[in-house]
């Protein structure tokens, strides 16, 4: 679960010192979902996740995690972020030895944590990869490797800050799929930011920021279906959700939350 409760942040730096990037801000985001995080550029989005993992510290108000308010300066040790360069969280030489650096911080026995780093990398298909330096894998990996070390560390909340907009479309789709994999096996709240309604189609629920203040929250779906302001400042909709739209024109019955085109061929064909 992840609240955040009037909250007010402002960066202290000349550029930004006309008002607020947030004031009396609330959010509650409940848990166990898939939420996507958009907005045009300067709009909070990056400040707000930084918030949520405890990276930056409202003025006022306070951020709830799993009901526990983050007092100020504690970074969260049950949310999970992941930046959009994965080298710049790789500390490590082996692969294995960077999915456990977190866990040696925390004390973990080496049992546990053997068994943690070896399922951890099991998940993301990538434990063929445990000797391996990180630092010759391709970007899609590295990210899969920065991603086993918070699996390891048994997050409750993962903060994805742009996490493919560095990747190519294979590794892209392969780190997207894996997010819904999490969140739908796992159990796991995900903050996904991201300038793609691609991505955040595949998101059960959607909020969209607009220079600080809440715009919209709802499903994505929903959002793309309105003909909302806020939309002329975003990106337009994917070419998958003009193809879901122009099939129920046609009068198929095509249910809201479909996200790939195999999901939408069988349910065309009768098979879902």
């Known amino acids: 679960m992840i609240e955040l409760r009037n909250v007010t942040f402002g960066y202290p730096y000349p550029r930004n010192s006309a008002r607020p990037v947030f004031e009396g801000f609330n959010l509650f ?16 989005k990056s400040t707000l996740g930084k918030m949520v993992k405890g990276l930056l510290s409202p003025s006022s108000g306070q951020v709830f ?32 030895e960077d999915v456990a650096f977190g866990l040696e911080n925390m004390g973990i026995d080496r049992s546990t944590m053997a068994h943690r780093v070896r399922e951890s990398l099991r998940w993301v298909d990538m434990e063929e990869y445990r000797h ?58 995900l903050l996904h930011i991201t300038h793609s309604f691609e991505e955040a189609l595949r998101a059960q629920d959607l909020v969209v920021l607009d220079r600080g203040q809440l715009s919209f929250s709802g499903t994505p779906e929903d959002f793309l279906s309105q003909d909302l302001p806020i939309r002329s400042l975003l ?36 098979k879902q």
């Open 132 to 189: 391996h330096s990180p630092h010759l894998l391709s970007g899609g990996q590295q990210q899969k490797v920065v991603l086993a070390g918070i699996l390891a560390m048994e997050s409750d909340v993962l903060v994805l800050d742009e996490p493919a907009s560095m990747l190519d479309l294979q590794d892209r789709t392969e780190i997207l799929d894996l997010f819904q994999k999490i969140q739908e096996q796992g159990g796991r709240t």
């Open 29 to 44: 985001i409940p848990p166990g979902r898939y939420v996507a995080l958009m907005g045009p550029n300067g709009s909070g």
């Open 235 to 270: 990106e337009d909709a994917p070419p998958f959700f003009r193809l879901i739209q122009g099939l129920r024109d046609l009068g198929h019955p095509v249910r809201s939350g479909v996200r790939s085109l195999d999901e939408l061929k069988k349910i065309l064909l009768g």
């Open 65 to 96: 995690i799993g009901g526990r308010a983050l007092k100020r300066g504690e970074i969260s040790s049950r949310v999970g972020y992941i930046f959009s360069n994965p080298e710049n969280q790789i500390v490590s030489s082996v692969v294995e």
